[in-house]
């Protein structure tokens, strides 16, 4: 599109929109792999490596004892001397991880040694065996092995493990930054709307769902339904994404279609061929910045979520496409004739039960979903084996 088209009348429907398959795999091929980053252990949980955590020493990286007791060198009993290397017949104090000096062979723990004229004698059970009590270097690892796979999601025991193999750093894939922009002089952000405005379902919701696939917003502003309104909120972000709400109809309120010809984006995605869902759209910016638009209505706009942002987001995190499913319907799956509709499910016995709270601006059936069915526009009667988009924040 280019900004001559700008306020030009169209049909909409003159391209036909590609089904929820295609629409998916131009969403995820769209977008460029952000490169990785090297942040600090301390601000790694939860993030994904983009290399393998190698250890740079063996693990532990010095022979340790594993009890408070004596390093002992040779047969006992032995004498006790305060020397850093005990020789033949000679034993030294140490306690639990320390290091066990050259010449000791074994550690006697506290609990088998008495102390009698100045020797050490040994009242355990039989006599400790070489190395008894002792963490050998190397033991849990060697320098070189490879500790943490690539693309681990990192917890705080990963973080323990890379520490102590001597890394201060990881390197991990980039979090993509998004800007929400929000649409609807009709909305109401708080309390009880009166008629004819509506609660603000988006502002709590978009950005726990963007946690959930692991991307990071980074600012959310109201936009007033004014095409310049639209414009400068769209010219004014430099995040990896935009996701915008509303505006993508053909009402008179509806201006985000004209802003994007106006500022000569590229509709990679234009329509989705599905129910509820089906104005979703992709759009590129010339600068290269992506913006995911979503429907208004509550449900279509988190169908659009998962068909568009969510693949953008993965792509620009260095993930493959996400993932579809199959399951079994447990009864006859609802839908417009001849469309492809796009229904919640809750698992019943191993088999989907569709929603009944299905409707473009219902999110009751989306709140108890196990996943989305993805039904054909020839129907689905029970037993049905359908497709399946899971959601990524279950």
Known sequence: MTAGHAGRPRDRH???APDWRTARTRAHAAAPALPPETVAL???????????????????????????????????????????APGPGEAVPIVTGAHVPDGADRVLRSEDGRVHDGELV????????????????????????????????????????AAGAGRDDVRVHAVPRVALLLTGDEVVETGRPPAGRVRDSFGPMLPAALRSVGARVVSSHRVPDRRERMRTALAATDADLVLTTGGTGDSDVDHLRATLEELGAELVVDGV????????????????????????????????FLLLA?????????????PTTSVSAAREVPGPEGRTALVPYRLVDGLAEPSRWRGAGMLRGLADADGVLVRPGDGAPAGRTLDALPLPWR
Not at 291 to 301: I, K, T
Not at 310 to 322: F, K
């Open 310 to 322: 969510y693949p953008v987001l993965a792509a620009l995190a260095g993930d493959g496409l996400p």
């Open 42 to 84: 301390f601000g790694a949980t939860g993030r994904r490596l983009a290399s393998a955590v190698v250890a740079l020493d063996d693990v532990p990286h010095y022979a340790s004892s594993a009890m408070d007791g004596w390093a002992v060198a040779g047969a006992g009993p032995w004498r006790l001397t305060d020397g850093v």
């Open 273 to 304: 061929d599905v129910r509820p869902g089906r104005p979703s759209m992709l759009a590129r910016l010339p600068d290269g910045r992506l913006v995911a638009a979503l429907p208004g209505n509550p449900l279509a706009a988190m169908m659009g």
């Open 14 to 16: 003159a391209t036909p």
């Open 122 to 161: 040994d009242d355990g059970p039989p006599p400790p065996r070489p190395l008894h009590h002792v963490r050998p270097a190397g033991e849990e690892a060697h320098a070189g092995d490879e500790l943490i796979a690539l693309g681990t999601v990192l917890t705080p025991v990963h973080l323990a493990v």
